[in-house]
């Protein structure tokens, strides 16, 4: 990181910024505005816009979505997000259901609450090892550690080859349609506005192998890892000196 060519500061949210799905938390929005003095900031998540700036309560920042199928520009007067893209890509969904169900045959999740599948409007994909409907203490005490995801982790990424595949939340995969990814969304933004990769230092905690931060993470992208969001004070420091 060459500090004074720092112009943007993107984010992650879950796990770097909050706890998985909870509020943004008043300390955390203090250092997010004494960021934004210096730095223009940006999220880049994996889920839909709407939902992100909910979560930040409305805190006012451009957001990416969707991995890059979604971006939305924050709005001062209305003190609301402007969608300027919404991308959808068609979802072949009975081959889908086909590969889903011959990798839970294959490896014996075939007890599972819900559907096999959850289609997203975007084009991306879920497969919920557990279904869509299983209890979040289950879900949590699936796979912590990744371990289970990752052992077959290579054979869902050559079944869903046109994918871009991530093992997502606590027991699930995630997939965007390819080239979506963090990476990519980061590239095209720089490229929308006359940046540079090295203007834009990105701060995640999904950086291992699958993560939804991994492929920016191995990029010539600045990076500072985190691996608790209640480090991000200590994390940021750098920014600030």
Do not use: W
Request: charged share 25%; with cysteine; glycine share 6%.
């Amino acid at each position: 990181m060459i500090k004074q060519n720092i112009k943007i500061i993107a984010m992650d949210l879950d796990g770097t910024l909050t706890q998985h799905k909870q509020p943004l938390s008043a300390r955390h929005r203090e250092l997010l505005d004494i960021l934004a003095k210096k730095y223009k900031l940006l999220m880049a998540g994996a889920g839909q816009v709407a939902r992100i700036f909910n979560s930040m309560e409305k805190f006012p920042i451009d957001i990416i979505g969707n991995y890059g199928l979604q971006y939305g520009v924050y709005n001062s007067n209305s003190n609301s997000i402007d969608i300027l893209r919404d991308l959808q890509f068609p979802i072949n969904k009975e081959l889908i259901e086909e590969k889903v169900t011959f990798l839970r045959k294959k490896y014996g999740y075939t007890d599972y609450a819900g559907d096999n599948v959850e289609f997203h409007p975007s084009g991306c994909i879920t497969f919920p090892i557990l279904g869509t409907k299983a209890r979040q203490e289950d879900k949590l005490a699936f796979d912590p550690d990744r371990i289970k995801r990752r052992k077959i982790y290579n054979e869902v990424v050559e079944f869903f080859a046109d994918y871009n595949v991530f093992v997502g939340g606590s027991s699930s995969f995630d997939m965007a349609p390819k080239p979506y990814n963090k990476y990519h969304a980061l590239d095209i933004y720089c490229k929308e506005n006359n940046l540079k990769h090295e203007n834009i230092i990105y701060i995640g905690d999904d950086y291992g192998i699958g993560g939804n931060d991994e492929s920016v993470y191995k990029s010539d992208f600045p990076y500072l890892t985190i691996d608790d969001y209640r480090d991000f004070p200590e994390i940021i420091k750098p920014l600030l000196d």
